[in-house]
C-alpha cells in the first residue's frame, strides 16, 4: 500500500484545494494528521500552499521522484510496495537483498541516484541525480529457467510501447537497448535467483536517461536523453508510473498466453530489422542481416542465405 504521504498526494494531484476536513474524511484519519503529512511533504520539496479557512492546495507538479510521487501517479499492482532512496549504489543490490527476504511479486526499488549502476556486459551505468529513472522489479514468475531470458525482451518490448503512446519514436536494440534516434535512452538488466531448477525470483533492473542535458563527452556518441531529444521536460514519477504499468500488462499476457505476443510486439518496435549488422561476441563477431527473433528469444542472423539463432551477442553499432 501506499504510505499516507503518498495518499495525500494523490488527492493533491488535481491541482484543486483541499479542505483538512475532506482530506481526513478521504484517507480516514484526523485533521491533524493531515496536517503532519502536509508539512513533510512540504519539507520533501513539494509547492503546497497552505490557504487560511479553506485548505491546501498544490501549486505545480514538481519533478520528485519518490514514494509519495510515484504513489499518486501509479496505475496498477505493481509498485505497491516502494523502497526509494536519495542515493544509493544500485538499485539491484537492495532488490536482490528484498526478494530473498520473501517481499511479494512487484515491489519496486527507486533511486534518486545511483553511484554503482550497472548495465550490459558489466557497464557502469552514467546516472546523474535529479535527471533519470533508476529502478528494479521484484518478479517471481512461474517459469521454467531456461525462459528467463524473454522476461528482458518482454520488459524491452512493453517499454518501448509506453514510450511510444507518448510520441517517442523508440526502438529496441537487441536484447536489452532502448534507441531514441539511434542513440541508447536506457538499458535492462535482469538477474535470478533460483533454487534447484526453480526460479525464486528474478530482479528487473532498469535505468532511463530522462531530463539530462549534459551527456559526458566519451558517451555522447551512443547516449542521450529524452529531453536532449525533443526538448520536452518529463515528470519521472509519472513516467515511471507509465513503464511498470505496461510492463505489467505485458508481463501478465506473456504467463497467461506465452511469448508469441511478446515477439510480435517485440518486432513493432526492433532496431536493424532486415539491416546488415555485426555481432560482437566473447571470442569471435559475425556479419550478416538481422532477421528478428525466434520463438526462443534468439536473435536470427542470415549469413549466406542461411539464418541462424545468435543466444548471446552484442550488436556492434558503436565503437567504444
Do not use: C
Not at 85 to 101: G, K, M, N, S, Y
Not at 104 to 130: C, D, I
Not at 142 to 147: K, M, Q, S, T
Not at 220 to 231: D, N, P
Request: proline share 3%; aromatic share 8%; net charge negative.
Amino acid at each position: 500500500m501506499a504510505s499516507t504521504r503518498g495518499r495525500v498526494l494523490t488527492l493533491l494531484q488535481d491541482g484543486e484545494v483541499w479542505s483538512g476536513q475532506e482530506l481526513a474524511r478521504q484517507l480516514n484519519i484526523s485533521r491533524t494528521a493531515i496536517w503532519k503529512h502536509i508539512e513533510t511533504l512540504k519539507q520533501d520539496g513539494y509547492a503546497i500552499h497552505t490557504i487560511p479557512r479553506k485548505g491546501y492546495q498544490l501549486l505545480e507538479q514538481s519533478d520528485r521522484f519518490d514514494e509519495p510521487a510515484f504513489a499518486s501517479y501509479r496505475k496498477g499492482r505493481f509498485g505497491q510496495i516502494v523502497h526509494a532512496f536519495d542515493q544509493i549504489d544500485t538499485t539491484q543490490r537492495i532488490a536482490h537483498e528484498l526478494a530473498q527476504q520473501h517481499v511479494p511479486e512487484g515491489t519496486l526499488v527507486m533511486s534518486e541516484e545511483q553511484t554503482a549502476g550497472r548495465g550490459q556486459l558489466g557497464r557502469n551505468w552514467y546516472n546523474p541525480k535529479h535527471v533519470n529513472i533508476a529502478a528494479s522489479v521484484i518478479l517471481r514468475p512461474e517459469l521454467p529457467i531456461r525462459d528467463a531470458s524473454k522476461l528482458t525482451l518482454m520488459a524491452a518490448s512493453a517499454f518501448a510501447k509506453a514510450l511510444n503512446a507518448r510520441d517517442l519514436d523508440v526502438t529496441i536494440k537487441w536484447p536489452n537497448d532502448l534507441l531514441l534516434n539511434g542513440k541508447k535512452i536506457g538499458g535492462i538488466l535482469t538477474e535470478m535467483q533460483t533454487e534447484g531448477d526453480r526460479i525464486q525470483a528474478v530482479i528487473l533492473g532498469f535505468g532511463m536517461n530522462v531530463n539530462g542535458d549534459d551527456i559526458p563527452t566519451e558517451l555522447a556518441h551512443r547516449a542521450t536523453s529524452l529531453y536532449l531529444e525533443t526538448r520536452t521536460r518529463y515528470h519521472r514519477s509519472e513516467l515511471l508510473a507509465e513503464l511498470l504499468a505496461e510492463l505489467e500488462t505485458e508481463y501478465d499476457r506473456f504467463l497467461d498466453v506465452g511469448f508469441a505476443p511478446v515477439r510480435l510486439n517485440w518486432l513493432k518496435h526492433a532496431a536493424y530489422l532486415n539491416e546488415s549488422v555485426t555481432l560482437s561476441g566473447s571470442r569471435t563477431s559475425r556479419t550478416g542481416v538481422m532477421r528478428g527473433i525466434s520463438d526462443e528469444g534468439a536473435l536470427l542472423l542470415e549469413v549466406d542465405g542461411t539464418v541462424e539463432p545468435v543466444y548471446s551477442a552484442e550488436i556492434a553499432v558503436w565503437n567504444d
